[in-house]
């Protein structure tokens, strides 16, 4: 079974930067979507971020373009996502998620689907204060 394990949340300045990880296990899959999304109170989850573990290519929401990143290193199954100028907007709980290879989620990677994830962690919140 995938376990997805999100750290490194915790509260900022607007304009400041904050880094997430993503610690994955039991990958069985030759290949995987994996994605950063966000929820904030009252507001339905958004995926923010993608990529394929085997892949270098890389997808954004237009509001986060050009400030995060998403990154990962494989030989520590580790994903990451590098935030920057952050502001009050990017306030939210964000989970990382992956979809195998063959999935409808994994099919789908750019378009970050959250209906059609398979594996979710269990969250880490981001709080942004001006």
């Known amino acids: 079974q995938v376990r997805l394990v999100e750290s490194g949340g915790g509260s900022v300045q607007d304009g400041g930067s904050l880094r997430l990880s993503c610690a994955a296990s039991?990958?069985?899959?030759?290949?995987?979507?994996v994605s950063w999304f966000r929820q904030a109170p009252g507001k339905e989850r958004e995926g923010v971020a993608s990529?394929?573990?085997?892949?270098?290519?890389?997808y954004y929401a237009d509001s986060v373009k050009g400030r995060f990143r998403i990154s990962q290193d494989n030989a520590k199954n580790t994903l990451y996502l590098q935030m920057d100028r952050l502001n009050a907007e990017d306030t939210a709980m964000y989970y990382c998620?992956?979809?195998?290879?063959?999935?409808?989620?994994?099919?789908?990677?750019?378009?970050?689907?959250?209906?059609?994830?398979?594996?979710w962690g269990q969250g880490t919140q981001v709080t942004v204060s001006s």
């Open positions: 998620a992956a979809s195998p290879a063959g999935s409808s989620g994994y099919s789908r990677c750019a378009l970050r689907y959250p209906l059609l994830v398979a594996y």
């Open positions: 039991g990958y069985t899959a030759n290949d995987y979507c």
């Open positions: 990529m394929y573990t085997a892949g270098r290519m890389s």
